[in-house]
């Protein structure tokens, strides 16, 4: 069975950095692009950042764009999100998705997703 596994999250100060993880298991994602969403309470979900499935290729909401850095270990079926600076409109459970088969920043887009990490934020 496909699964996503996110990690990482807690409670962190504001400018402070965290390092979240993606563990894909089930099959092999070096074919995909992965993607970074977070959701705030009583928001939509909304795309963070996404690497393409050569690792070649990242994009960023312009939101985190200088702050947040999206890598991947093909050989570990791991994708990452480094958070640095971070600030307390950041908090939201952040969430990796995968098997995109639309426009990238749609969360609509994507079939396999994980179950999300906490991310806390305080000023």
């Known amino acids: 069975q496909v699964q996503l596994v996110e990690s990482g999250g807690g409670l962190v100060q504001a400018g402070g950095s965290l390092r979240l993880s993606c563990a894909a298991s089930g099959r092999t994602f070096s074919g995909y692009a992965m993607a970074w969403f977070r959701q705030a309470p009583g928001k939509e979900r909304l795309f963070v950042s996404l690497?393409?499935?050569?690792?070649?290729?990242?994009y960023y909401a312009d939101s985190v764009k200088g702050r947040f850095t999206i890598s991947r270990d093909k050989a570990k079926n791991m994708v990452y999100l480094q958070m640095n600076s971070l600030k307390p409109e950041d908090t939201a459970v952040y969430y990796c998705?995968?098997?995109?088969?639309?426009?990238?920043?749609?969360?609509?887009?994507?079939?396999?997703w994980g179950q999300g990490t906490q991310v806390t934020v305080s000023s």
């Open positions: 998705a995968t098997r995109l088969i639309g426009t990238y920043y749609y969360a609509s887009s994507y079939e396999i």
């Open positions: 690497i393409s499935s050569s690792g070649d290729s990242t």
